[in-house]
């Protein structure tokens, strides 16, 4: 099949390139020209594990090509696929603006019939409006599908050819076979369901894995009063195979260009039909409260932050991505910068893109992870990017001013930290090194 993705961030390029894998020929159009003059170099806008390679010899192939003509590319495609940015208004909404634009220009450029399938994450009833907007532009007949994508940043691919499971919303049961034919090879678990509820089930999967996350937080946050530790809890929990040990890891919160957005968008779209979605609500304070336990831990162990110096590990929202949209650290740095701190930073790949969107003369950029230690009164890791487990804790310890660890992802064990002279805090487990190794208000109680 010829295939047409309109917006070539994550979701499109990933999708389009893992496409051609089954034998479909695919052209990934963006409005971007710089963007898409990179890609015809064969260089990735974004930093995800093996996708180069792929887009190299798709289009050494000749499967796959970049275009920013959205006319030519919808001419020549049989299902063109809507993969642009549906970003947070002010209050939350969903922007529908690239989506409508998007679905204006494929209506003027149709010349024949055409599926139309979304993959970018829109609220219930967009299908429907997309239907209208390209009926407003074409006299020519088409079909809409709603086909959320489920795929995670730095495990792309593998999630696209691999999904648990492929969400097909229509209401032409004539397409049911195309969209097998399509995904054929990624799974045999295709769940065909209706439009609307196609749309409602990206929503409620990501506001669901963004409950677990906040309420591992909230018990993270209650082990420390109590004295137990957060891990061994989440674990026993997990082997609950109705809990599922998955997204039950504590730290300083979910960021990202997803959980926060859509999260904030379903809330919104309950609230447009008169429904309070209280729950959801809790999630998304309790997880914009999180990050902030990160600076209560300095003020607890080394009082005020004013001229001292914190190393930060950690820019990206998660591990094995250069993406630093809602990344908890921006908030965190921002307050350190506000106190008065000298910020010294590290992120393997994220560090170029987080310093585009904030700098400041109290941030220093360090090459190197033990650069940020050197000489500061404590050390931050928000980021659980692998190098970071495998650092030497005692020459850290030895080159800090104060050997302080504050471990917002719980990356270290109990045995790696031990006789390393450094004071530990991580998130939800018992305090290590310092006056009684367990956290203030358990040493109060005992
Ligand atoms: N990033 C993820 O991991 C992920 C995963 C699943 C779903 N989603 C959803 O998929 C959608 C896309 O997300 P993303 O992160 O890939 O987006 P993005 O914002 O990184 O990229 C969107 C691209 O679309 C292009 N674009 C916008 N309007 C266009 C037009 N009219 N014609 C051509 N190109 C146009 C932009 O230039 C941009 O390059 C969103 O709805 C998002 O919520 C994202
Ligand atoms: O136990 C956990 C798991 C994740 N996180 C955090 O949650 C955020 C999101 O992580 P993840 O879900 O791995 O990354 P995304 O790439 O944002 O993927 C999510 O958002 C995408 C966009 O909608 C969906 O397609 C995916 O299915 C969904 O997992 C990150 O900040 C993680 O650090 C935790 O704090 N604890």
């Known amino acids: 099949m010829n295939l047409a993705v309109i917006g070539t961030g994550y979701v499109g390029l990933v999708s389009g390139v893992c496409f051609t894998l089954g034998g479909n020929h695919v052209i990934c159009v963006d409005k971007d020209e710089e963007k898409i003059a990179?890609?015809?170099?064969?260089?990735?806008?974004?930093?995800?594990p093996g996708i180069e390679a792929l887009i190299e010899m798709n289009l050494k192939e000749g499967r796959l090509k970049f275009s920013s003509d959205l006319r030519e590319s919808v001419r020549l495609s049989d299902i063109v696929i809507l993969a642009v940015g549906t970003p947070s208004l002010p209050n939350g909404e969903a922007?529908?603006?690239?989506?409508e634009s998007a679905a204006a220009d494929i209506g003027r450029a149709m010349e024949g019939y055409k599926i139309i399938m979304t993959k970018s994450t829109v609220p219930v009833g967009t299908n429907e409006k997309i239907r209208q907007i390209i009926a407003a532009h074409t006299g020519y007949p088409f079909d809409i599908v709603s086909a959320p994508e489920f795929l995670r940043e730095g495990s792309a691919i593998q999630d696209t050819l691999h999904p648990d499971r492929v969400i097909i919303g229509l209401d032409n049961p004539a397409l049911e076979p195309v969209m097998r034919e399509l995904h054929q090879g990624f799974t045999e678990n295709i769940v065909v369901t209706d439009i609307r509820s196609?749309?409602?089930?990206?929503?409620?999967?990501?506001?669901?894995?963004?409950?677990?996350?906040?309420?591992?937080?909230?018990?993270?946050?209650?082990?420390?009063k109590v004295g137990a530790d957060v891990t061994e809890v989440a674990e026993g929990m997990g082997l609950d195979r109705r809990i599922g040990s998955s997204f039950l890891q504590a730290g300083i919160g979910y960021g990202g260009s997803c959980f926060p957005k859509d999260t904030k968008a379903l809330i919104q779209i309950a609230g447009n039909v008169d429904y309070e979605f209280k729950l959801l609500k809790s999630v998304v304070e309790v997880n914009q409260g999180q990050r902030f336990m990160i600076l209560a831990k300095l003020h607890e162990s080394i009082g005020s932050l004013q001229g001292a110096t914190i190393g930060i590990w950690?820019?990206?929202?998660?591990?094995?991505?250069?993406?630093?949209r809602e990344s908890p650290a921006r908030e965190i740095i921002e307050a350190l910068v506000?106190?008065?701190?000298?910020?010294?930073v590290y992120d393997p790949i994220a560090a170029d893109?987080?310093?585009?969107?904030?700098?400041?003369?109290?941030?220093?950029?360090?090459?190197?992870?033990?650069?940020a230690g050197t000489g500061s009164d404590a050390v931050c890791l928000l980021t659980d990017w692998a190098v970071f487990k495998d650092i030497d804790l005692h020459l850290l310890a030895a080159g800090m001013r104060k050997p302080i660890l504050i471990d917002g992802r719980n990356v270290y064990s109990k045995e790696q930290?031990?006789?390393?002279?450094?004071?530990?805090?991580s998130v939800g487990r018992p305090r290590?090194?310092?006056?009684?190794?367990?956290?203030?208000?358990?040493?109060?109680?005992?």
């Open 95 to 99: 922007d529908l603006q690239y989506i």
């Open 38 to 48: 990179r890609l015809g170099q064969m260089k990735s806008p974004i930093y995800e």
């Open 198 to 224: 196609a749309e409602m089930i990206k929503y409620a999967s990501n506001a669901f894995l963004a409950t677990k996350i906040s309420f591992i937080n909230e018990i993270a946050n209650i082990c420390e």
């Open 432 to 446: 290590m090194g310092g006056l009684s190794g367990l956290s203030p208000s358990v040493a109060g109680a005992v």
């Open 417 to 425: 930290i031990e006789g390393t002279g450094l004071e530990y805090y």
């Open 353 to 371: 893109n987080f310093r585009k969107q904030y700098d400041h003369p109290l941030i220093h950029w360090c090459a190197v992870p033990e650069e």
């Open 338 to 344: 506000k106190e008065g701190a000298h910020v010294k």
């Open 314 to 324: 950690g820019l990206a929202f998660k591990p094995n991505t250069d993406d630093v």
